[in-house]
């Protein structure tokens, strides 16, 4: 019973450590940043990532575009039948939607001028579908170095299936998945005690 009590404490020592670590989510696997104010991802080329009650969205800056994923944030579907929109400065543009790749780019010069300019740029999403319009804040850092944007991959399986944001990972980095995790192997080791228990019993009544 002392190990069963001691392997039930670690357990617990770990879920708190993995309460207090960086980038912890909350109990429903939402981000611990407020909505709306959006976080830079350490990246090789300018990113940031916002959302609200409806949407999630990500945005990287290329040398040729700004290439923006939008998701539905409770279910993390891709929303593909969506208008969207960014202001930035003075500054309003139109992204046009790749069908292939799943993902809405920005490509107009003065645009990318200004996002590829070193410092922080304020953007302002507006994200419309048939059913809802919402807006989103973010804040892009930018060096000033940008990578070149190649193809179109299907950019939803490499930055969001986070997690299939993506809640996989969310639940592996969900401390009360990982107390759920250690109580259920706690009553294991428990109940496998007992059987041996008896089974023990057992066999010194027949002798």
């Not at 980038?23 to 959006?38: C, F, M, T």
């Not at 780019?105 to 919402?134: C, M, N, R, W, Y």
């Not at 299907?154 to 997690?163: A, I, R, T, V």
């Not at 109580?183 to 089974?199: C, E, F, N, P």
Request: hydrophobic share 40%; charged share 20%; aromatic share 6%.
């Amino acid at each position: 019973m002392k190990k069963i009590a001691l392997f039930l404490l670690s357990s617990l020592l770990m879920t708190q450590l993995a309460i207090a670590a960086p980038g912890a989510h909350g109990p429903n696997g939402e981000h611990l940043d407020s909505s709306g104010d959006g976080h830079e991802i350490a990246d090789a080329a300018p990113r940031t990532e916002t959302f609200t009650e409806n949407f999630e969205l990500v945005a990287k800056l290329y040398s040729t575009e700004l290439s923006v994923l939008v998701d539905d944030y409770k279910t993390n579907a891709p929303v593909l039948n969506a208008t969207l929109q960014l202001q930035v400065a003075d500054l309003t543009s139109q992204a046009i939607f790749h069908e292939d790749a799943g993902d809405f780019a920005f490509d107009e010069a003065a645009l990318l001028d200004l996002l590829q300019k070193p410092g922080k740029h304020e953007l302002i999403f507006t994200v419309t579908t048939p059913t809802q319009s919402d807006q989103l804040r973010a804040t892009l850092n930018s060096s000033g170095a940008v990578e070149e944007h190649v193809e179109h991959g299907h950019p939803h399986h490499d930055d969001h299936e986070h997690d299939g944001h993506g809640h996989i990972e969310e639940l592996f980095h969900s401390p009360y998945a990982w107390l759920a995790l250690a109580l259920v192997l706690g009553v294991l080791v428990l109940v496998v005690q007992r059987i041996r228990g008896r089974a023990s019993n057992a066999v010194s009544r027949k002798i």
